[in-house]
């Protein structure tokens, strides 16, 4: 099958669903309002809480929430066939994961910009919401290490992206000074800042970086995570404006030019899909289609992380209500179409059935590397360009995605240890908190050995417990919707959908890490099923109990006055 009409096909539906449906649930079920006072500008501290040009804010939700997962999570997904994973991302960005987004931001800007974990606490029940605390933390603590070790390895595998990697931290603190210090239209700082961007990958394939062996007294992997580790650190502490902003803006903006070329080689090679539709030869020892998929391809789909870069960054740089529709919904969609892209480049890229059989010769295979082989043979076919170049471009999107995700992940990861101390009413700072965090993420990753085997030991919990806490957020949403009475059922349904598929899944890996022999995924495992079940029934009670409740008042800050009041 031709690439073409799948690639048209997909972007026709992300047009409509942003065009038609967010749109709906922007005025009929959220009822966004402009006059709407944020948490950006009611609670301003210039670190954290800062009103931002709504297109610059898309750019840090967008690649905050994308990474390197909606790469790999398709990537390897379409073991099972370039279909089931085509339809899930689609269908899954309309209607769920962009009505899950902007959901969680609508959910958080009405509440000072909580997190999910607090709106859990005082929407669901504060008697799950700390059970359900640890599952976020545990996710935080995947993501952070896991993309370093994923990072680590484009930088060693291509060093051609060394260069572009972390010259776009330069790039990203003159643009910031350039908007918000010295006022220069954003117009022209974006078209300087993503032509700086553009310069730096063609000076990286022409100048990669290989790091000697060893390096003070380190090897490469080691060198590269610590550097990880210590910059996202540094980045989670400045405020925001200063750094997050502007990477994630000119990154977010560089990152759709890729998508742009990627796509432009479809149109212009029109490659040929070489791997079936559904592959009903998979490889021994490939797990069943239900429910994997959709726990293997959650970001792109739809993702608790999302939930929680919306509630915990994102909110609270809302300049106005209304803007939430363009930056959750439009965001979600953002991710969809890179997901789309690895899809694409995972089974197009390559020449021949046998060929792609090679990369997909077990379960887990392909990922960013076959994005990137796939992808740079594209490029090649599509529009000449070298093979060398056309690596580095796609090597460079992964690792700037990934790495604005990590640093973010650090942010939020110091919010929760915050949170947590709030709970055990000990009074942690930004930089105490930010130690622990780093500190974590370090001895996860180094667990296993000095090479950072360790970042990826509790990574195949991710997609179950990111499905199950986007249920949580969803329910949240619900609960809110109910208490409105407003339409609750565009969370509902996306919520049993999501819960039922994450839950099986979670039984379904309890059974292979008991086979394994693998105590400690079996006993995380164990506590994300308990924490699962106990917000599920936590949530059943809210819903019931909000419906049977006086409305609420449209803003939740009247209700918390009420609240203090009695």
């Excluded at 405020?239 to 796509?263: E, H, K």
């Excluded at 208490?483 to 979670?506: D, G, I």
Aim: hydrophobic fraction near 55%; charged fraction near 10%; include cysteine.
């Amino acid at each position: 099958m031709n690439a073409l009409p799948l690639l048209l096909i997909g972007l026709a539906m992300f047009a409509g669903g942003y065009l038609l449906y967010s749109k709906f649930l922007g005025n009929r079920v959220y009822k966004l309002d402009a006059s709407f006072r944020t948490p950006a500008h009611e609670l301003q501290d210039g670190v954290d809480y800062v009103p931002t040009n709504k297109f610059v804010l898309w750019g840090h939700h967008f690649t905050s929430v994308a990474g390197a997962a909606p790469i790999v999570g398709p990537a390897v997904a379409v073991i099972w066939g370039w279909l089931p994973a085509f339809l899930w991302v689609t269908l899954g960005t309309v209607f769920f994961a962009g009505m899950h987004d902007l959901g969680a931001l609508w959910a958080s800007a009405r509440n000072k910009g909580r997190s999910i974990g607090a709106l859990s606490s005082r929407y669901i029940g504060g008697r799950g919401a700390n059970l359900f605390l640890v599952v976020i933390f545990l996710l935080l603590l995947m993501v952070v290490a896991a993309f370093a070790v994923v990072i680590k390895n484009l930088l060693i595998s291509t060093p051609s992206a060394v260069i572009p990697a972390w010259g776009a931290v330069a790039v990203a603190l003159l643009v910031g000074q350039a908007v918000y210090r010295y006022k220069m239209s954003l117009g022209l700082v974006t078209v300087v800042g993503v032509a700086a961007l553009y310069g730096l990958i063609l000076l990286g394939d022409a100048v990669p970086v290989e790091l000697p062996d060893p390096i003070l007294g380190m090897s490469p992997a080691t060198f590269w995570i610590l550097a990880l580790f210590v910059y996202a650190g540094i980045a989670s502490l400045m405020p925001v404006w200063v750094l997050l902003q502007p990477r994630d803006y000119i990154n977010g903006v560089q990152l759709f030019v890729g998508l742009g070329i990627l796509f432009g080689s479809v149109l212009l090679s029109a490659p040929t899909i070489v791997a079936p539709a559904v592959n009903d030869a998979v490889p021994a020892g490939t797990p069943d289609l239900m429910p994997l998929l959709f726990v293997t391809i959650a970001c792109g789909a739809i993702s608790g992380f999302h939930g929680m870069v919306s509630s915990g960054t994102s909110s609270k740089q809302l300049d106005k209500e209304t803007d939430a529709r363009f930056v959750g919904y439009f965001g979600a969609v953002g991710e969809g179409m890179l997901a789309l892209g690895a899809i694409i480049a995972a089974t197009a890229g390559y020449r021949t059935v046998a060929d792609w059989e090679a990369v997909y010769s077990t379960f887990g295979e392909g990922g960013v590397g076959a994005f990137v082989e796939g992808g740079g043979a594209i490029l090649n076919s599509g529009l000449g360009l070298p093979v060398s170049l056309s690596a580095t471009i796609l090597a460079t999107m992964a690792v700037l995605f990934a790495a604005t995700t990590m640093d973010t992940g650090v942010r939020l990861l110091r919010f929760v240890v915050q949170e947590a101390g709030d709970v055990a009413k000990v009074k942690i700072n930004n930089g105490v908190g930010t130690l622990i965090a780093v500190a974590v993420g370090l001895g996860l990753t180094f667990s296993q050995g000095a090479g950072g085997e360790g970042g990826l030991r509790i990574w195949p919990l991710f997609g179950t417990s990111n499905q199950l806490l986007a249920s949580l957020t969803l329910a949240i949403v619900a609960v809110m919707l109910i208490r409105k009475r407003r339409n609750p059922a565009p969370a509902l349904v996306p919520l049993a959908f999501v819960f039922v598929m994450a839950f099986w899944a979670a039984l379904v890996q309890l059974g292979d890490f008991y086979d394994a022999q693998d105590w400690l995924l079996l006993v995380i495992d164990l506590v994300i099923i308990v924490a699962a079940l106990w917000v599920a029934f936590e949530a059943v009670l809210a819903m019931r109990k909000a419906a049977q409740e006086q409305p609420e008042a449209l803003d939740a800050d009247v209700t918390e006055k009420a609240e203090l009041k009695g």
